[in-house]
């Protein structure tokens, strides 16, 4: 009787998963040398990739930026099928804004005397959490207030809670220690009902809510601090994909045998053997059994010798509560531990089309608030709005206008009627680009330029919110949020063994171990130095699959 072909199971059709299908058929020369196969849970492939259309601009719902073009895999990719160029516009074509318009609640814009200082002081103490910049490295001032934040830091962390272990705790100590060394300083009169030093917490707070964006932080005091330095980029641009990022995943995939990928196939169970289980699988024609079972949300079930699960973190720790039954057996301690620990929250994007006789010529607002408890705020202003940091065309003259949210007001957002979020957009755009009020002392000019009141003219009464368009990772069953970071009390330790396959077997194997390699992970949260990205995924993708060719003894990359 000939033999059968291993089966492998890939679950998830985003970049992780398709990144392994795509080696594991193509590194044996389609010679069917394994029974391959991808189940998605959705009616799409790309997972957390979403490429759409909105007010005529191609936008991503979800991933947007190759992160470093120097050495990235996604970059090298986007080359070889020429998606870097198209006629359609698309989002983020100019790159960052580099002048983007600091405003401040009430239509006052902010003078770079004022913003660029604290600006600065908030580049260098992320700079030197991430270990970009020395204790001993010679700089500027707020180089200085790093090192000093990092002292007072060090010090509080060793008998404080698990706060003072945090990025958010970090920051705020280098925030301290820069207004420290202005206390002999002649305190400068605000604008209207701000102060300067107001001023200046309100833009370091807008630069938090940026960071809470790229790292799906909701709240930074649950960010690690010792963890940082292990993130990693790749040198070079950061840049969007003329075509799309789901054009990277539709090149993994152009690859594979038709059926191959199958949609709508969402697993509810997947039982394996770990050491000292007794099997329940059953004999498949005629064959010995295949060690793992995939029960799916039809009542249909699969066997497998090996499945690749590149679920994400979020659905993982949906998975491993008690009541949940994903895993059956549970998964070992070291494995479920890790999950928990991890970080993982949801950040979501609004898109906004608005329509005015100006406003091809919307400027990229960076907004500065009054604190929640602030007497002066604007009433009508939506707390969730106030927790987003920018306001900007997608691209140069473009009608479509785009906010970040993560943590809690990203929830938010989902919840939310389109109504109720236009009214909210529109009362924030009115009060950031009214006329500002009165002047409320001669050195105001020192932190304001007058600007916003040609600001406001322009635009304030002339723009119109016409339609949204937002993202919903967190409420999505097949998700549950976006993205990972190492939370407090979790280390890049983690990582790695979020990365560990299962059944891991003893030193003191029994006399018949289980099969080896029943469940392997893929997946952002499995890569120590690049989770959260895209090419994280992939590298995690590849990862698994020549951890199964050299299992067989094939030819691995």
Known sequence: MMSKRPRIVI???????????????????????????????????????????????????????????????????????????????????????????????????LNPPLVEPVTTLFKNLMDYAQGKLGEDSAGSEESDYSRLAAKAFKISAVNGGQEKRSIGYFLRKGLDAYWDSKKDQEELKGYGNWSRRLLEEAVFAMHENTQRTYTSAGDLLTLDYSAESEYRMFPGEEIT?????????ESLASVLPPGLVQLGRKVTRIEWQPEGHESSSVMENGHAARPVKLHFCDGSNMLADHVIVTVSLGVLKAGIREDSGMFNPPLPSFKSEAISRLGYSVVNKLFVQVKGNDFNLFPSLQLVFHRPDSEFRHKKIPWWMRRTATLCPIY??????????????????????????????????????????????????????GKANSVGNSHGSAVKVIKILKSQW????????????????????????????????????????????????????????????????????????????????????
């Not at 906010?403 to 938010?412: D, I, N, R």
């Not at 090419?535 to 590849?542: C, E, R």
Request: hydrophobic content about 35%; glycine content about 12%; overall charge negative.
């Open 11 to 109: 679950i998830g059709a985003g970049m992780a998963g398709l990144t392994a299908a795509n080696k594991l058929y193509t590194a044996t020369g389609g010679k069917d040398l394994f029974e391959l196969c991808v189940v998605e849970g959705g009616r799409r492939i790309g997972g957390r990739i979403n490429t759409s259309e909105f007010g005529g601009d191609r936008i991503e719902m979800g991933a947007t930026w190759i992160h470093g073009i120097g050495g990235s895999p996604v970059h090298q990719i986007a080359q070889e099928i020429h998606a870097l160029e198209s006629e359609q516009p698309w989002e983020c074509m100019d790159g960052f804004s580099d002048e983007p318009t600091t405003v401040a609640e009430g239509g006052f814009e």
């Open 474 to 557: 967190g409420n999505d069953p097949l998700f549950l949020g976006s993205y990972s970071y190492v939370a407090v009390g979790s280390s890049g330790d983690d990582l790695d063994k979020m990365a560990e396959p299962l059944p891991k077997l003893s030193s003191c194997e029994p006399a018949a171990p289980p099969p080896p390699l029943q469940i392997l992970f893929a997946g952002e949260a499995t890569h120590r130095t690049h989770y959260s990205t895209t090419h994280g995924a992939y590298f995690s993708g590849l990862r698994e699959a020549n951890r199964l060719l050299q299992h067989y003894h094939c030819v691995g990359v």
């Open 396 to 449: 140069n003259h473009s009608s479509v206008l785009l906010s970040w949210f993560a943590g809690k007001e990203a929830l938010e957002l989902e919840s939310l009627e389109d109504e109720q979020i236009v009214n909210g957009v529109s009362t924030t755009i009115s009060s950031f680009l009214s006329k500002p009020h009165k002047e409320a002392n001669s050195n105001s000019h020192e932190l304001c330029n």
């Open 241 to 249: 994909i003329a075509k799309g990022y789901l054009s990277i995943i």
